[in-house]
């Protein structure tokens, strides 16, 4: 036991300890599988505790209620509205004005008129719906015992057992991935006791229910109209309900089984969309042969193929983070308890429930996840549940390249692509630019227009930030017919910037304007957003740039166009440090230290992206320290997410799990913040799933880190998780994949490195020892030192380095091993 071990143990409070153990003792415990979230209760009337299920295509909320069950259920395409667009092209004539005002500093004046030329006049988006929900209602099941249901986030099975009147009852539900149907199964351990009735209902408006024979239940309807576009979106569901033994009967609107001995309930659903520009499908068609190929199987077969299918994706990664008595406990019960006790399991359950949830929301060929995933139950839900592109759909995203789910990253590069197209005649329109642009939000028809009011709306750089997606895949994957396939993505997204830059009349830069730091208004701009050439633009610019000039250089291509970006970059705003030792937000130095936004868009440049380094711009990575001190902990769900980022790239353990802390914390005890709710879904409040996905990118990158040129092993590994861990499958930047990572004492002692791509592989480890003072050397070809032995297999040349940077607390060593494409390294240290 190390000696910080030690003091952990000794220094947990003993009423917390003595606590956990009486919890522990009134609960049942889960079987088998520790990644599973369980309760001993029902949700209830509260969605917010129902547990998530879904393929993709369809969603479902599982409420496991035992006298009422509700499966609430959702269709990826069942949006509001039909094709439309939503520029507003009278910004062209007014864009100077609007500068004018800008650079005059009459930012409010600009906003007024922003809103009258900028923002669009027909829709602000459409609303992603709920197509509504099949309740089955099992009489004199309302005392009952052993209650018990979960989450296998090992298997994507949910299920509800309990007990009446000495009878057994079991439920497992399932959103088959092969099948594409919501699969109910219902049992008991004695004969003729499943009796139960099933009807459906639903917030749509426009929706017919009938019963065509007496077993099958169908709902058919159109989505509803919103913001003057006509809803267009045809859908239809099938419930079919197929009883071993007992009997069935039925009337207009609902089926009844009497006395079966097993019950498998079939759900089909599906739409006319085709794409965003075409909805000539036959909903009829689709919804019956979906139900056909799925009822010829039991319920055993599709199980299976669900289960392979699905895990085919998740057991790609396996993180052990330790195991204590805590995780023996209910799962809200573990949320309840997670700031003040020592749970580090929790974290991992949570870190595989973000990767359950994006395998369950975006499949290939499926549309992405939008700002609740796949699952929404309300006719006009918040933010209308569509893609917020200023920081919560790229969000949604961020864990698809580092923890293996490369695949399911396409359904967003898609909406990229589709958006590169649609926005070019917004950005022709109300720009006069070429290439494309999208604004601050979209929906499932690839709307690209300024919506909600320039105070939000007037933020151009959607397109910027999204194509960055389609970079980052390739960087991954190495794949060059790839990269040829979505160059002139890239290449639109920079031409659209290199058209519509000016310069700054005061500073000479090459700025955007208009402009704003995403929902913020600095005190010296009258409650104003607006701007000129603020912070995370500036850095988006570079990186929209940078991807477009590598791009083209790999593929030796448009050498002019090529030039004219490194010279438009070379005149871009650098980064500032202001008064208060903090990188500026905006050009001017008007930050106030007190201001504890959520948004803290001007830290873009440390995470996702690259651009400020404890290594290359040690200034800057200190000054991002001083901001995310100012700004503070605790915010909504999502905004703690992305700050559990930012602290592992800061190589702040303690700082990241402290987030984590906060955000898996019980909505309503953050007095200044969000949390997380009973079935682990993030709150803004309310849900968004982005937090969720955040919190799960954060977490590997705590472990491992690949934007800075080098693999860096355990870079925030917080004092919490050091005693022992692993972690296998998640990637690097350039092809490789910690086939296995272990650690002992906050000290790597085995790696297995796969080279997919083959190059040079650069290990950057932690110093744990800090045996040495000022400038470690070492010798070229020296594979030994005093912190590290480190030996691979099939044997590799090792050169050792050593850095040091001015930056606090941050000391590592270096490693270069040349590798071989489709081979596995195996390092041992002592």
Not at 93 to 119: C, H, T, W, Y
Not at 283 to 309: D, G
């Amino acid at each position: 036991m190390s000696i910080y071990t030690r003091i952990f143990l000794i220094t947990l409070p003993l009423l917390s300890f003595l606590s956990l153990q009486a919890q522990t003792e009134q609960h049942r415990q889960p079987a088998e599988s520790s990644f599973k979230l369980w309760y001993d209760k029902p949700s209830g009337k509260v969605w917010e505790n129902a547990m998530p299920i879904g393929n993709g295509r369809l969603g479902a909320m599982v409420y496991g209620n035992v006298e009422m069950e509700t499966i609430q259920l959702n269709e990826h395409t069942l949006w509001s509205g039909g094709p439309n667009r939503n520029d507003n092209a009278l910004l062209l004539d007014s864009m100077e004005v609007i500068r004018n005002l800008i650079f005059n500093g009459k930012q409010k004046q600009a906003e007024q008129l922003a809103n009258k030329v900028m923002i669009s006049k027909q829709s602000h988006g459409q609303m992603f719906g709920p197509a509504g929900e099949i309740h089955l209602s099992f009489p004199g099941h309302h005392n009952y015992t052993n209650y018990y249901r979960e989450l296998d986030l090992e298997s994507a099975v949910t299920k509800t057992s309990y007990v009446v009147d000495g009878v057994q009852y079991n439920r497992e539900v399932i959103a088959s991935f092969p099948d594409r149907v919501i699969a109910i199964h219902l049992t008991a351990n004695n004969a003729g006791r499943i009796s139960f009735t099933a009807s459906f209902s639903s917030p749509q408006p426009k929706v017919t229910l009938n019963t065509p024979t007496a077993n099958q239940l169908i709902f058919t309807g159109t989505t509803i109209d919103h913001e003057g576009v006509e809803g267009k979106v045809r859908y239809k569901g099938i419930a079919e309900i197929k009883p071993k033994g007992g009997s069935l009967s039925s009337t207009d609107t609902t089926i009844t089984v009497k006395d079966a001995n097993s019950v498998t309930i079939y759900i089909s659903i599906a739409t006319n969309f085709n794409n965003y520009q075409d909805i000539s499908g036959d909903e009829h068609e689709r919804a019956a042969s979906y139900l056909v190929k799925a009822r010829r199987k039991n319920f055993k077969k599709i199980l299976k193929k669900h289960v392979l299918a699905y895990q085919k994706y998740y057991k790609r990664v396996e993180l052990n983070l330790g195991n204590t008595e805590a995780e023996k406990l209910p799962t809200d019960v573990r949320l309840k308890n997670f700031s003040s006790v020592h749970d580090p399991q929790f974290a991992a359950l949570y870190y595989q429930f973000g990767r359950y949830l994006l395998i369950s929301s975006s499949q290939p060929g499926g549309q992405p996840a939008n700002l609740q995933g796949i699952w929404n139950r309300s006719l006009k839900p918040a933010w209308d549940s569509k893609y917020t592109i200023n920081i919560n759909a790229q969000m949604n995203y961020w864990p698809a390249e580092k923890t293996n789910l490369s695949e399911l990253h396409e359904p967003f590069i898609r909406m990229v692509k589709e958006l590169a197209l649609t926005g070019q005649k917004t950005a022709k329109d109300m720009y006069g630019a070429g290439g494309w642009v999208a604004h601050h939000n979209t929906d499932i028809w690839r709307t690209t227009g300024a919506v909600d009011g320039a105070f939000w709306g007037a933020w151009s750089h959607g397109g910027g930030w999204t194509s960055q997606h389609l970079w980052e895949h390739y960087l991954y994957s190495g794949d060059k017919k790839f990269l040829k396939e979505i160059y002139p993505i890239l290449k639109g997204a920079a031409q659209f910037y290199v058209d519509i830059l000016v310069t700054h009349p005061k500073h000479g830069y090459l700025i955007v304007n208009p402009d704003q730091s995403p929902e913020n208004a600095p005190q010296a701009h009258q409650g104003s957003s607006l701007d000129a050439g603020v912070t995370m633009t500036n850095q988006i610019v570079f990186d929209v740039f940078g991807s477009a000039i590598k791009a083209a250089q790999i593929l030796n291509k448009d050498q002019a166009f090529l030039n004219t970006l490194v010279e438009t970059r070379n005149r871009l705003a650098p980064m500032h440090i202001g008064q208060f030792g903090q990188v500026q937000e905006w050009l001017a130095d008007i930050d106030d230290p007190q201001d504890k936004h959520r948004h803290v868009s001007h830290l873009y440049g440390l995470f996702p992206s690259n651009q400020i380094s404890a290594y290359r711009t040690p200034a800057l990575f200190n000054a991002a320290r001083n901001t995310l001190l100012q700004r503070g902990d605790l915010s909504t769900g999502w905004s703690m997410g992305w700050k559990v980022n930012w602290w592992a790239r800061m190589q702040d353990g303690n700082h990241a799990y402290k987030l984590i802390q906060n955000q898996l914390t019980p909505l309503g005890v953050n007095k200044d913040g969000g949390g997380t709710y009973n079935n682990l879904f993030d709150a803004h409040p309310p849900f968004q799933i982005d937090g969720n996905f955040g919190c799960t990118s954060g977490i590997t990158e705590m472990l491992m880190q690949s934007a800075d040129g080098a693999v860096h092993l355990l870079p925030a590994l917080p004092d919490a998780w050091k005693p022992y861990g692993s972690i296998s499958g998640i990637r690097a930047l350039g092809g490789f994949e910690l086939v296995n990572m272990q650690w002992k004492d906050g000290r790597v002692i085995k790696l297995e490195v796969k080279s997919n791509l083959g190059g040079n592989l650069r290990l950057r480890l932690p110093n744990a020892l800090k045996q040495h003072k000022g400038v470690l050397t070492l010798a070229a070809g020296q594979n030994t030192n005093p912190f590290y032995q480190l030996t691979a297999t099939p044997a590799a040349v090792i050169s050792p380095k050593a850095t040091l940077t001015d930056a606090p607390m941050i000391d590592t060593l270096l490693f270069d091993v040349p590798t071989v494409a489709g081979k596995t390294y195996s390092f041992y240290t002592q």
